[in-house]
């Protein structure tokens, strides 16, 4: 029984929704992944089914039923190859789905197996600085990627296909393999399917792995085994290292040895990796890992002593030690003084993302932005460097995460917002301030243009709150891709006569060069200066405009190149052994700054311009097959593919080309009763009040969640009773609705009907300001609670005492936390909340009740390092229901916010339940700061857990619950101090553990000193 639920409770955190092992007195809380006013509509393949929404608020013309039909395509083609590699399905009848996203201006996709196996796919695809794009379809890559997860996951042998018979798609045993088998697998057939143009053979990825060979600074496999660093390179480390590690097993032992070996592990996944590999390989991790290692490490000597063989190792000076990510270098003039500033963005994990200036005479930093969300995207400096342009990623209702355009005053610190839902990004300010050009890049289901706009006639005057938007209509596109091209971080030439962009199409990345006219509004013409298999990004002028400065990886190293325009040559200008990335020309020319990779991450470095190579390459491999792109009515386009025709609901669709003709495809609308059926059943086990509960659990839910349905049965073992608790949950519309029914049969029944409205936005205009949510919550509670008479035998008779009453609750939250934070840095959080209890019997309670619980949490300068206040007030106007009164003491975590129902509040110090009443005081004053940050594993093997960090925190709080109407004299209240030490622990797959062990002791009365030990924060 013991290893049966050991693997349901490993596989559980990976797939299954969090709300089915919640505590039973708890509600349910559902997050809606899509807006419910799209419509949806289904392509049926054989083996799966290709959703897709018709179209997008604000996007008209979006040929989101073309690309699901290209996606059927691909999908049934990477199908077949990975059924010949894992074998048949163990439901071949069962289809797999892949949703269709073009919500988010963000690379992702991912896939689940629990209820449903599902692939999701956002049409964005990664840029250059996230991978190498020498790939030819980014659908392709990503299908291959996620398709391997489900086939990986669904493997079953022996005792694990018996217990899928019986429990459903919830058994994956595989998923208990460590990260870098399961990444690495996939990664290496993203590579295998696709001409081997994936992550296996990636300058990048392998920049990484020979950097931290250089700098000695090599993972673990402790930190390989799941997405815990937070550290440079974060979640990417198994990524990096697992397609390495399992290119290394298919190379020296054979590919078919990478299924061998997950057959073998997930017949009895308990065992472990170790055991697995030793059955296949006969060797274990440790012993793999040290092979891998001794071959790399002679690869990456031979690669190093070429370097340093082949040229001068470029001399630079490094400017920033953010030991993260440094991007996007610009040189910036104060007071006419050339060559005295550079600004670059930030990304690090202990703060938001930000713009920074570094003075080079006084050698300080300050931040310039303090809020751009992520990174990848360019900025921009007016002709006067009286303004910056930045795009910066912003939420609309919920449901849709686009870049947009804002104007950043830097004298006055003010911010105006250009643009909204454009999904419009890398601005470029043209150089001559009486032309008021800016070019920038557009998204539009999935593929990127080239676009001019003016901004002169709405320019900030007299400083007022707001600008006008720019609107589609003030748009003049320049090209006409639908076809998927990608277009980053397009530069003008010093004269403006030109524009210079970095350009991917079917597996080409290059560099671009558009030619207008005089008046910068016509095309004369556009040439390509690459076209070859090197990825060749971040173009940039010389100040004279004769040279045009990029990063490419042409040696298999990124390096810094120029292309001379007068004579058409290419020149080398630095040899380093990581890389080099975004060249930067100052003012004077004189000096090039630009971002270097280190092992602790990217880094802003500057060369003298005399101390580059400048080195002559003889043949530019320019390839003679290229797609040349046309040039019709002042617009940029390349031929189209074939086209696609549509057809009506429910008809065959006309194929592209290579597909099998026996290959049918039926087109339908989205229906969530064609998927709603449960596929699972999940052991369920907990602890509450002393009982031992022991059950089963399993959820109905459609594929896009607009329906769930948890069911959870249990009984307790100690007092011979059943619990249950079902819910039913609809997101399809606002409000969201939600009935649960829950109970125990010898304690209590509980039923909740509720309607919930919700919205976003953002606190204020400024490049400070933070997103905030806020939700109201309404709705009827019957709840009927079983008391005993009499002796406490099984013959007394049972009164039910039932409470019949309504609820409204308000949440507010504009908190803001970052990946090393311990907890929310800055920012408010509170609710209000109300139950009015009405009687019908003599048998029912009766009662007003009122709790406002308000959070406030203050950065200090020290890097993450914060003061948490808490204020909590509470009222009754019963002092004699159970259910109403409050209760005060103990160290229990109040890590969400209170609720109408909430009756117990801790007060470290004092044992739980010391105080009790109708009226209810409490105030928390913590300060918390980080202590080591650890990024180790504790424990030994099955039973270890990842330490992040360890913090401490020093409270005082007092606080008072009392029944007398009259407010309680200040001696009346209770108070206490104390230290806590906590570690946030993460598992494979679950949201990070915070444990915490604390000394309270009360201050007001005498009682002993209180150790205690708490899950959670203590708010």
Known sequence: MFLIFSIFLSLFYFSVPNFLFDNPSQLVVYSKNYDPTLNWNVIEGKHYSIIFPTEIPDKEGSPYKQIALHIAEIAEEIYSQITLQFGTPYNPDKKFAIILEDFHDSTYGFAS??????????????????FDTKFESWLRILIAHEYTHLAHFDMTDKMTTFLRFFLGQTITPNALQP???????????????????????????????????????????????????????????????????????????????????????????????????????????????????????????????RIVNSDKITES???????????????????????????????????YSTIRKYNRNSGKESLLIKRTGGHGTSYSFSPDFQYLLYAKQIQYSHYYTYN??????????????????????DPAWHPVPAVDKIVAVINQAGSNNLVLFSIQNIMPQNEPEQMDLINTADLTYLTNFKDGSQIYQPVWSPQGDRIAFSL?????????????????????????????????????????????????????????????????????????????????????????????????????HVAKMDDLLWELIEETDMEETADVPHLQDNVIYFLPLESLEDNEVNQSLALPHGIPKNTHYTLKSYSPWDSIMPNYLFPYADIAGGNLYLGA??????????????????YNLSNNSLFYNLQCLYTACEPSFSLTWQGETSYYTRLQLSLEFS???????????????????????????????????????????????????????????????????????????????????DHEAAFHRIIFDSRKYLPLPVSNQVLALRLVAGYSSSEIDKNAIFSLGGNSSAQNLSSFNSKDFALRGYPSSSFAGNHLLLCSLEYRFPLKRVEQKIGYKGASLFLEQVFGALFIEAGHAWNKNSFPRL?????????????????????????????GKAITQTLPTRFYGRIGLSF
Not at 113 to 130: D, F, K, Q, S, W
Not at 700 to 713: E, K, N
Not at 971 to 999: C, H, M, Q, W
């Open 697 to 714: 659990s399993t959820l109905a839910r459609d594929y896009l969640g607009f329906y769930s349905i948890p069911l959870t049965l249990a």
């Open 504 to 604: 991917w199409r079917k597996g080409y990345q290059d560099i671009y060069v558009i030619t207008l006219d005089e008046d910068h509004l016509k095309i004369q013409s556009i040439i390509p200066i690459t076209y070859d298999r090197y990825t060749d990004i971040s173009p940039n002028w010389s100040v004279d405009g004769q040279y045009l400065f990029f990063s490419s990886d042409r040696n298999k190293i990124f390096n810094l190149y120029a292309y001379s325009l007068p004579d058409n040559q290419f020149y080398r200008l630095t040899n380093v052994a990581t890389g080099a990335f975004e060249p930067a020309v100052s003012p004077s020319g004189k000096e090039m700054a630009f971002v270097q990779y280190h092992a602790s991450g990217y880094e802003l």
């Open 113 to 130: 197996t629990v209820p449903h196996y599902l692939i999701r796919i956002n049409l964005t695809a990664p840029g250059p600085e996230i």
């Open 759 to 841: 919205d976003s936005g953002y606190t204020g205009k400024g490049d400070s300001d933070r997103l905030y949510s806020r939700n109201i919550t309404m709705g009827t509670l019957s709840e009927c609670l079983f008391t005993v008479q009499g002796e406490q035998d099984e013959l007394s008779e049972k009164t039910p005492v039932v409470t019949n009453s309504l609820f409204l609750r308000y949440t507010y939250s504009d908190t803001e936390k970052y990946q090393w934070s311990i907890g929310p840095e800055i920012g408010n959080l509170f609710s209000v909340n109300y139950q009015y209890a009405v009687p019908y019997t």
């Open 404 to 425: 947009d355009l804002f104007l950043f005053h830097l004298n006055t610190g003010k911010q105006y917002q250009l643009t909204e839902r454009m999904r419009i990004k």
């Open 317 to 351: 000076q490094q400017i920033t030690d953010h030991c993260y990510w440094v991007e996007c270098p610009s040189w910036l003039i104060d007071n006419d003084i050339k060559d005295s500033s550079l600004t670059y963005r930030v990304f690090k994990p202990h703060l």
């Open 179 to 305: 990260l870098w088998s399961i990444e690495g697998l996939a990664i290496y057939n993203e590579s295998r399917l696709n001409a081997g143009r994936g992550r296996l053979k990636d300058s990048r990825y392998e920049m990484y792995l020979r950097t931290d060979f250089l700098e000695n600074r090599l993972k673990n496999l402790e930190q390989l085994e799941g997405g815990h660093l937070i550290s440079w390179p974060a979640g990417n480390a198994p990524y990096i290292y697992g397609q390495s590690l399992v290119h290394f097993i298919a190379e020296v032992y054979g590919e078919e040895k990478l299924i061998a070996i997950s057959k073998q592990f997930s017949s009895f996944p308990l065992l472990g990796m170790d055991w697995a590999l030793k059955k296949v390989l006969g060797i274990d991790q440790n012993k793999l890992y040290q092979r891998w290692k001794c071959e790399k490490e002679q690869y990456f000597e031979q690669q190093v002593r």
């Open 971 to 999: 001696k009346d209240f209770n108070a206490s101090l104390g230290a806590e030490v906590g570690f946030i622990l993460k598992t494979r797959y679950t949201e990070p553990l915070t444990l915490a062990f604390g000394i």
